[in-house]
């Protein structure tokens, strides 16, 4: 594991979550539109309050979710996700208030404190 990876992982332990490494998911348990809990390629069978998929969307919504769990047309929509030239970026911040940080002038909600997933296809190289 990586130092973020391993990072997060002590930050999510010491939380009272588990990390799982080489334990492939067959699928992501829904009930009353939410997800509960993952059944394993194993066919062990684990639930939690928060589920965190460690894939990218078009996995996720194609291949981990029923068609029955996803909005009308999500799962055609994403099997059309151009994945080509995918990345992943993460974005740490430490303790310090964002006041503090020049580009940030002050402590209230703003685009800093939000997640932003760009899906779609890179131009043809």
Partial sequence: M??????????????????RLSAP??????????????????GETLYAPVIVANTDPKLALTALLDSKDLADGLRAKAEKIDQRGSMARIHLLGPMPCRTMSAFRSDKQGPHHEGLAILGGAGAV
């Fill in 2 to 19: 990586g130092m973020i990876s391993e990072a997060l992982a002590n930050g999510l332990k010491d939380h009272g979550g588990e990390v």
């Fill in 25 to 42: 998911v067959r699928k992501v348990i829904v009930s009353e539109g939410q997800a509960i809990g993952v059944e394993l390629v194993s």
